[in-house]
């Protein structure tokens, strides 16, 4: 540079340099041109370097121009200055072909100051969230591993209450890319969303202060930028970040509260949100009078999750949080249940998706609990029930690693098995077999299914086939039996542990009636459950519930008690020992889900009833 240039910046103070004991340590000279410092040159003494002279020159130039708009610097992107930059709280804004022969591109870089207009002071509904490099990079990149997890946050229903942000520290992220074609598209998808950019000054003070508390984030470059995208929200005072870096996960409880930004990953933010929006969602809900509950899983959950319900030693730990991070982060694709005992131990965890296909059961869980296999039951008949009822066609189970147990259960409740996907198709009403055939989409209805009644029965029921084989029998059932058999209505009144109903029993999908009575019933069959008043007159004097009947057994009290001991109602209980008894084994219990049938209607539907 001329000499001329060096007097003529002098004369008007835009010369700055960093003296000691008359010896010049470097210096920084710039111009100042459309409210803006634009940088010329900045040298220091080749063995001064480790005195942080240049940021002191920077320091003070962004102090003496804070008047201005912001400071500006063109470098080749061959120099490796342009590791240093970033460090001062510049940003690579463009990039332009340079004049030398060569033609090699310069980067402009730019250093905002923080100062208001008139269009600072609009206000916006919606919260403002700052996303990292890993969630900007995972939503413009479809081939990204977590791209799916970090699009719902595009969703429209968050749209509506949350603006997505990029801090100008996205830049220098992109910078660092190496293919140049990549690099462009990345900074015109980063155009697309607001940027914050504050106050130089502010936020390396609020790096500073970060780099102190937490120096394990500032390790090497890749952390230096976390660290700063932090420090530019936070100077901003925007106050929800995401990320999904763990070592800055693990440290957002002491930055909440020095900087009270809230560090969350997509699935936390997204869950949160979806609990504002929809709370009574997330009310446990009693399972029939017991106390075991079934809750809307949480975000929070995810870690106590994968300890109870990892399908060992088949599945790693992290692939199965991945798959429950994709299920909690669309909670309005995936309906995700936790079942619990009264002492919140897991019992069981559920994924649903309703789609136009029908519904699937995504994830089907057992934890290692006794009343595992029955809440198993319990739930995939309500679930097979409350389907069918909403008008969906089948449900389909995809989950990968489904255990012994659970196919057992599946294969008791009329799913079948094609092509290692088990499918139910859901039906209601009364079909002959010719009706049947065409319903079954997406799968046939198997030909062994049409030469059984009582078979097909069990692969289309709720609905039941309208055949003369399957006779029907009428059975009265005082309520206080009911109430834990099938009668929501009464159950609902109770309050959990007020009697001595053990949940397996009460849960259980197969249950056993006896008589002293003379029964002329044969398996298989259906009863028709007709509630008397019963001892507290609560009964409704209704056909509330149909079931299956799966065995007739006569024999002494003693003999049957023993047989079935395991499906018999209350513990503690005391009968009027008769010479004989009939036990008669029902499952697949259905409560009717429209109206109950008085008893003149109920006659019309019965074949036999008790004499």
């Known amino acids: 540079m001329p000499r001329g240039a060096f007097e003529d910046a002098i004369a008007k103070g835009t010369l700055l340099a960093a003296i000691e004991n008359t010896q010049v340590l470097g210096y920084l000279l710039y111009r100042v041109a459309r409210n803006r410092a634009s940088i010329a040159h900045l040298c220091v003494g080749a063995n001064q370097r480790e005195k942080k002279i240049a940021r002191q020159l920077i320091d003070r130039l962004k102090l003496i121009t804070s008047n201005l708009d912001c400071i500006t610097l063109r470098c080749r992107s061959d120099y490796e200055a342009n590791k240093v930059w970033p460090k001062f709280g510049f940003t690579p804004r463009l990039r332009i072909k340079g004049r030398g022969i060569d033609g090699t591109e310069l980067i402009i870089w730019c250093c905002d100051h923080e100062r208001d207009d008139l269009f600072s002071y609009g ?66 998808r980063a155009s697309e969303y607001p940027m914050v950019s504050p106050a130089t000054a502010r936020v390396d003070s609020i790096a500073a202060q ?58 936390d933010l997204i869950g949160h949100l979806d609990i504002l929006d929809r709370e009574c969602e997330y009310q446990p809900q ?33 692939d199965f949080k991945s798959s429950l991070d994709s299920y909690l982060t669309n909670p309005r694709q995936y309906n995700v249940q936790l079942t619990q005992s009264d002492q919140k131990e897991p019992i069981l965890l559920s994924a649903i998706e309703d789609s136009t296909e029908g519904t699937r059961l995504k994830l089907l869980r057992l934890a290692s609990h006794p009343l595992a296999p029955t809440v198993l039951r319990h739930l995939l008949m309500r679930i097979i029930r409350e389907h069918a009822n909403k ?70 029921w709720p609905a039941k086939v309208d055949s003369p084989d399957i006779p029907n029998y009428l059975v009265p059932i005082r309520a206080e039996w009911a109430e834990h058999f099938f009668d929501l209505d009464l159950s609902s009144m109770r309050l959990p542990g007020i009697c001595s109903v053990r949940p397996e029993l009460n849960l259980g999908v197969e249950s056993v009636y006896f008589s002293a009575a003379k029964l002329h019933f044969a398996a298989p069959g259906r009863i028709l459950w007709y509630v008397s008043k019963g001892n507290e007159s609560l009964g409704s004097m209704e056909v509330k519930a149909i079931s299956r009947l799966r065995s007739v057994v006569r024999g002494g009290p003693k003999e049957l008690f023993k047989r079935f001991r395991s499906l018999v109602f209350m513990s503690g209980m005391t009968y009027t020992m008769q010479p004989t008894k009939t036990s008669i084994q029902s499952s697949s219990r259905y409560a009717f889900p429209i109206r109950n049938f008085s008893i003149g209607q109920s006659n019309a539907l019965s074949s036999q009833s008790l004499e």
Not at 425 to 449: C, D, M, V, W
């Open 391 to 460: 008008g969906q066609r089948s449900l389909r189970v995809d989950e990968p690693l489904l255990t012994t147990e659970v196919k057992s259960a599946l294969e008791e409740l009329g799913f079948y098995c094609h092509n290692k996907i088990w499918i139910k198709p859901l039906l209601r009403g009364f079909l002959n077999k010719e009706e049947i055939q065409p319903n079954t989409h997406p799968i046939a209805t198997p030909s062994s299914y049409l030469e059984d009644p009582d078979l097909l029965e069990s692969f289309i």
């Open 123 to 188: 206000t916006s509904s919606k919260t403002r969230v700052a996303i990292d490099a890993n969630v900007f990079f995972d939503l413009i990149d479809s081939s990204r591993k977590n791209h799916s997890t970090s699009s719902s946050l595009t969703e429209t229903w968050i749209d509506d209450t949350v603006e997505l942000v990029v801090t100008s520290e996205i830049l220098n992220d992109i910078e660092r890319c190496p293919d140049i074609q990549n690099r462009r598209l990345s900074q015109n």
């Open 210 to 267: 970060l780099r102190e508390a937490h120096p394990e984030l500032a390790t090497n470059a890749r952390g230096e930028s976390d660290l700063r995208h932090l420090a530019i929200a936070i100077a901003d005072g925007v106050k929800y970040f995401v990320t999904r870096d763990q070592l800055v996960l693990e440290k957002s409880p002491e930055i909440l509260q020095d900087f009270d930004l809230h560090i969350l990953e997509p699935v």
């Open 286 to 318: 009693r399972l029939h009078a017991t106390a075991i509950t079934s809750i809307r899983a949480r975000s929070d959950d995810i870690k106590g999750l994968v300890e109870s319900f990892v399908s060992k030693p088949e599945e790693k730990r992290h």
